[in-house]
């Protein structure tokens, strides 16, 4: 394993708790088992502040050189960047080779939206199959560390799938609350195969969140969400495996997804980590964007006001970000103004036309990470983002997490929400833009040759500039 003892030791004597708000600043000891703080209610943060005492280019080169190395941490995308966690050097680290995630260019996405290029981080490709993974390692970690026996969570689907898996390979009990019904079967079925108990809530995620809040009020359980400050530690090194595959050229935007907005909360706060750390020399801006009917932040963001108003009845196809009242919406904001990025929303008809695309690359992803390319062509339409710019769109979860939905767009039978009495179910049906829907064909040579000749037509360049999809080299 390849060892930076001296740096660790530097940055983990000086790793504690301390609440968001700078006008309380209450400060609590790294192992206290705390969510919010108990003083003021706020979110905690965990503050290394040490850190900057480390050495650019010796961080460099350790994290480079572990890439080759066969050690279970140098293989975790996260543990890999174990100078920027706070944790001791014999903590007992439950992995399943997390992080390590690709970066894909995406012409035809990038044409979609109008740039000269795009690049997607398909944090889908962890472990479990979505972003949770990054920080699910390090607060399962922490909750061994704790002595907890059994850990839970309110989930929209893949944070519960996340916190099973890692829960079984911590032979931890583990209780997940989804929404009744409102969770695709993929998750699920991770669910249920890693042995969780799953708890299925008659209401929405923002019910499940504020029964388990209360649940965690008791000792005998350790509360994973990411209002959990060890998750936000574990997916802000996504920043750094960003960083470092780019070879530590920032880009000029990063554009990702927002539901409770751990997420953006925690990637602002690892591309601030390595700024602070010289490791990068400034920062890109960062955009979140979100699914139009659950979109509380972004109403927030084009607002005079400084609190976000919750939605009651938050509705989206999209439904991992299906949120009406986002808790860390105060770092995610801190995040975004830092950067100087901004907050918007996307309909359900871009983000399934954005999805479509998508996989066009190649590449493939769930309805709520489909939300970036549909924001960034917003972006460069409003001449935010201009189309030379690099752009860093993250995708959070794979294809395979919710088919249900590709399945349904390809055949023209996605609807969106019942929730609107004044509209037919025609209405709601969402136009399968650039929908592939599968053909019947007869057992016989000739029929296949037919129907491959039926698929080229349809799908020719002619198809293509008929719905303004710019592809490159037509
Ligand atoms: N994308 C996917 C695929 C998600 O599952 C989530 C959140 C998000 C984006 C939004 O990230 O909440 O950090 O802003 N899913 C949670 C869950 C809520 O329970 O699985 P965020």
């Not at 703080?37 to 994290?63: F, K, M, N, T, Y």
Request: glycine share 8%.
């Amino acid at each position: 394993m390849i060892e930076t003892e001296k740096l660790q030791r530097v940055m983990s004597e000086v790793a504690r708790q301390t609440c968001i708000d700078p006008a309380c600043g209450a400060r609590f000891d790294l192992n206290e088992r705390l969510y919010v703080c108990p003083r003021c209610g706020e979110l905690l943060d965990v503050a290394l502040e040490g850190a900057s005492a480390a050495d650019p280019e010796q961080l460099r080169a350790v994290w480079t050189a572990r890439r080759s190395s066969f050690a279970p941490r140098d293989l975790s995308g996260v543990w890999r960047y174990r100078e920027l966690l706070p944790f001791a050097d014999d903590a007992p680290v439950v992995s399943l080779a997390e992080g390590n995630t690709p970066l894909y260019d995406a012409p035809v996405s990038a044409a979609y939206c109008g740039l000269q290029s795009l690049t997607l981080k398909h944090q889908g490709c962890n472990p479990t199959g979505s972003f949770k993974d990054t920080g699910m390692t390090t607060a399962v970690t922490q909750a061994l560390i704790l002595g907890a026996r059994t850990v839970v969570c309110a989930s929209t689907g893949n944070t519960a799938a996340s916190l099973a898996a890692y829960a079984a390979r911590a032979h931890l009990q583990c209780a997940i609350l989804v929404p009744r019904g409102q969770v695709s079967h993929a998750k699920l079925a991770q669910s249920l195969d890693y042995g969780a108990a799953v708890l299925e809530l008659d209401g929405n995620f923002d019910d499940a969140m504020r029964v388990i809040r209360e649940l965690a009020e008791d000792d005998s359980v350790y509360l994973v969400n990411s209002i959990n400050p060890f998750r936000i530690e574990g997916q802000k090194t996504v920043a750094a495996e960003l960083l470092h595959q780019r070879e530590w050229c920032v880009p000029d935007h990063v554009v990702m997804p927002g539901g409770n907005l751990g997420n953006s909360s925690a990637l602002g706060k690892g591309f601030k980590k390595l700024k602070d750390l010289g490791l990068i020399d400034r920062l890109q801006r960062l955009s979140v964007v979100q699914a139009e009917g659950a979109a509380p932040f972004a109403s927030l963001f084009g607002s005079e006001s400084d609190v976000l108003t919750p939605i009651e009845h938050p509705q989206t196809l999209a439904t991992a970000i299906k949120i009406g009242a986002p808790v860390s919406w105060k770092k995610a904001l801190r995040a975004v103004l830092d950067s100087g990025g901004s907050v918007l929303s996307v309909s359900e008809q871009e983000i399934a036309d954005a999805k479509a695309i998508i996989g066009r690359d190649g590449v493939g992803c769930e309805p709520a990470s489909a939300t970036t390319v549909a924001g960034v062509k917003r972006l460069v339409a409003s001449g935010v983002i201009g189309s030379d710019t690099d752009v860093v769109a993250v995708l959070t979860g794979h294809i395979l997490k919710d088919t249900d939905y590709a399945i349904n767009y390809h055949q023209e039978k996605l609807y969106t929400h019942d929730r609107e009495p004044d509209k037919t179910k025609e209405q709601r049906r969402l136009a399968g833009t650039y929908s592939n829907p599968p053909a019947r064909v007869k057992a016989t040579k000739t029929a296949i040759l037919e129907g491959l000749r039926r698929h080229e037509q349809e799908h020719s360049g002619e198809h293509r500039r008929k719905h303004s999809i710019d592809l490159p080299g037509e």
